[in-house]
């Protein structure tokens, strides 16, 4: 029997194998006419304008975000769109990445939409009967420049009319697809297809076998972290230039293929996902408004690209196709402009909930815990009611920077509760610290958890962390032999025992498989659970950990 060393990557040369042998068994079959068509459109044959700008995002996550020593984890609070006060944040967020799944998503995305957008745009003029070189628009290491040019261009403008704080180069990618959507809308659907095909390789070559089991999670409804409006933004303005480029050109897409290769696109995308963020974590979905829209949005785009040029207003000389492609344009700038007041957003008070007990300080960051602290991330003018609806509440760890105009709820209490410890990275160009905040907690029978949480840096030890927050006691439901149990949090914590509403002791939480006493009861300690014993044998469970498996 043949023995396989196990530093063999046996799974990962099948894979490769087998993709390869199979994409050259259809390029032999196809006898040249996929390489030729790309030569007529690509120097070389390659979209270089498509590799150089990934390029370029994956320099930023490795060298500006810190993701060359840390591929994981990158810094990426300081390269949000905080603020208009804020320059770098705003330029830089088209650009930077929350994590690698996200930043190897938008490179698939630009390989996939980009290419495509490329060949429509191509490194040859394709008007008849003009020559290459004969002008810099025909030269082909121009319009590869060009094409370079143009989407940084886009990825700032995304970057500086997002809403919110964003981070990501999706805004350029669905600009790619919005671009090929107007000139080649069914295979901008095939190109989604493939865009899936190309995650699924890269997933198999980095995980060839997984083996899972149920577990639990902390999720958000996934429709409640795209950020729609920033997706849409990147779609109309590719589409405006494609409209316009191919208004130039004299090319008319087939109407049928638009609108079907819109909508279809569009639902893959989840453009359909209209939502309003809600109080507590929750989420409002609009799923029928979203879905109606999809319906305009591809009529919109169909009636943009195709629609006669029969005057609709002579008096103007202004047709029919060109009112359509004015309100893609219009649709695009108030997508745009929406953004413009929440951008001008500010720090209000940076030391609203601050105190030297529950913060770190690193540079000109402050990382604190606090609970149910009105938000300071406000409007800097006068919106009436906008500025009101950002007085809402927050609970958990928080970041601020009154120089970034940063104030951000990194971590809720809920998320902290369930993972239990969280690393916290701050930054800025050329330096990455980090703070690491700890959840313990203890429920109580029949009572919500009593908790507390600690922060540290991350290069102190375990031992130097502070205490930040530490609810109040909570009791549990039963009744002892007439005395209550309560749980008091700390940075070590009690069982407290009460009769007729009088202190009758406190003792420490008992160890694992450890005892203690107070007002007549004993607590034993077993596992994850608290039992209260007494005298004449009687044992109840009174608490127990909320993270059982630590």
């Given amino acids: 029997m043949v023995s396989v060393p196990g530093w063999l990557p046996v799974h990962q040369l099948l894979l490769a194998v087998a993709a390869a042998g199979s994409a050259a068994v259809a390029l032999r079959l196809s006898g040249g006419a996929v390489g030729s068509r790309l030569r007529?459109?690509?120097?070389?044959?390659?979209?270089?304008?498509?590799?150089?700008?990934?390029?370029?995002?994956?320099?930023?996550?490795?060298?500006?975000?810190?993701?060359?020593?840390?591929?994981?984890?990158?810094?990426?609070?300081?390269?949000?769109?905080?603020?208009?006060?804020?320059?770098?944040?705003?330029?830089?967020?088209?650009?930077?990445?929350?994590?690698?799944?996200?930043?190897?998503?938008?490179?698939?995305?630009?390989?996939?939409?980009?290419?495509l957008a490329e060949y429509a745009w191509s490194h040859y003029p394709t008007e008849r009967g003009v020559q290459t070189f004969t002008s810099p628009l025909t030269d082909p290491f121009v319009r590869i420049g060009a094409f370079v040019a143009g989407t940084l261009a886009v990825g700032v403008v995304t970057g500086l009319f997002v809403l919110g704080p964003a981070i990501g180069f999706s805004g350029v990618v669905f600009a790619f697809a919005g671009f090929a959507l107007v000139r080649y809308p069914l295979a901008t659907v095939v190109a989604l297809v493939g865009a899936r095909l190309l995650s699924l390789v890269y997933n198999a070559l980095r995980y060839p076998t997984l083996t899972r089991g149920g577990e639990t999670a902390f999720v958000t409804p996934w429709w409640a972290d795209i950020a729609i409006q920033g997706h849409a933004l990147g779609l109309f303005v590719g589409a405006t230039l494609a409209a316009v480029l191919a208004e130039r050109r004299g090319v008319r897409p087939s109407a049928l293929a638009l609108w079907l290769g819109t909508l279809l696109f569009s639902v893959s995308?989840?453009?359909?996902?209209?939502?309003?963020?809600?109080?507590?974590?929750?989420?409002?979905?609009?799923?029928?408004?979203?879905?109606?829209?999809?319906?305009?949005?591809?009529?919109?785009?169909?009636?943009?690209?195709?629609?006669?040029?029969?005057?609709?207003?002579?008096?103007?000389?202004?047709?029919?196709?060109?009112?359509?492609?004015?309100?893609?344009?219009?649709?695009?700038?108030?997508?745009?402009?929406?953004?413009?007041?929440?951008?001008?957003?500010?720090?209000?008070?940076?030391?609203?909930?601050?105190?030297?007990?529950?913060?770190?300080?690193?540079?000109?960051?402050?990382?604190?815990?606090?609970?149910?602290?009105?938000?300071?991330?406000?409007?800097?003018?006068?919106?009436?009611?906008?500025?009101?609806?950002?007085?809402?509440?927050?609970?958990?760890?928080?970041?601020?920077?009154?120089?970034?105009?940063?104030?951000?709820?990194?971590?809720?209490?809920?998320?902290?509760?369930?993972?239990?410890?969280?690393?916290?990275?701050?930054?800025?160009?050329?330096?990455?610290?980090?703070?690491?905040?700890?959840?313990?907690?203890?429920?109580?029978?029949?009572?919500?958890?009593?908790?507390?949480?600690?922060?540290?840096?991350?290069?102190?030890?375990?031992?130097?962390?502070?205490?930040?927050?530490?609810?109040?006691?909570?009791?549990?439901?039963?009744?002892?032999?007439?005395?209550n149990v309560s749980v008091v949090p700390g940075e070590s914590f009690a069982l407290r025992v009460t009769r007729d509403g009088r202190r009758a002791g406190t003792a420490p939480l008992p160890g694992e498989n450890r005892t203690t006493a107070a007002g007549g009861i004993t607590f034993v300690r077993d596992g994850a659970a608290v039992y209260a014993t007494t005298e004449n044998g009687t044992r109840v469970r009174v608490a127990s950990r909320d993270r059982p498996g630590e």
């Fill in 40 to 115: 007529r459109r690509f120097v070389l044959g390659v979209p270089w304008g498509t590799f150089l700008s990934g390029a370029f995002v994956l320099a930023v996550y490795l060298f500006v975000q810190g993701g060359w020593s840390h591929p994981f984890s990158p810094t990426t609070i300081p390269y949000r769109a905080w603020s208009y006060f804020y320059p770098l944040g705003m330029l830089a967020s088209g650009f930077a990445h929350a994590g690698m799944g996200h930043l190897v998503g938008n490179l698939v995305g630009t390989l996939a939409f980009g290419a």
């Fill in 269 to 483: 995308q989840g453009l359909w996902a209209v939502y309003v963020p809600l109080d507590g974590g929750r989420y409002r979905l609009y799923r029928a408004v979203g879905t109606a829209l999809v319906f305009v949005l591809a009529a919109l785009f169909a009636s943009a690209a195709t629609t006669s040029r029969r005057p609709l207003v002579e008096r103007i000389d202004l047709s029919y196709r060109e009112a359509a492609l004015g309100l893609v344009a219009a649709t695009a700038l108030a997508l745009a402009l929406v953004a413009v007041p929440f951008n001008l957003f500010v720090v209000d008070d940076p030391g609203t909930g601050v105190t030297e007990n529950n913060s770190v300080e690193v540079r000109d960051y402050t990382v604190f815990y606090a609970h149910d602290v009105p938000n300071q991330y406000v409007s800097s003018v006068d919106v009436g009611p906008l500025g009101d609806a950002s007085r809402v509440n927050a609970s958990g760890v928080i970041v601020v920077s009154e120089s970034r105009q940063i104030w951000w709820e990194v971590v809720s209490t809920n998320r902290l509760a369930h993972d239990g410890r969280r690393r916290v990275g701050v930054g800025g160009l050329g330096w990455r610290e980090a703070v690491v905040a700890n959840y313990t907690g203890w429920k109580p029978v029949g009572n919500r958890s009593a908790y507390a949480v600690s922060l540290r840096r991350a290069d102190a030890a375990p031992a130097d962390r502070r205490l930040a927050y530490a609810s109040p006691p909570r009791r549990a439901e039963p009744t002892v032999e007439g005395r």
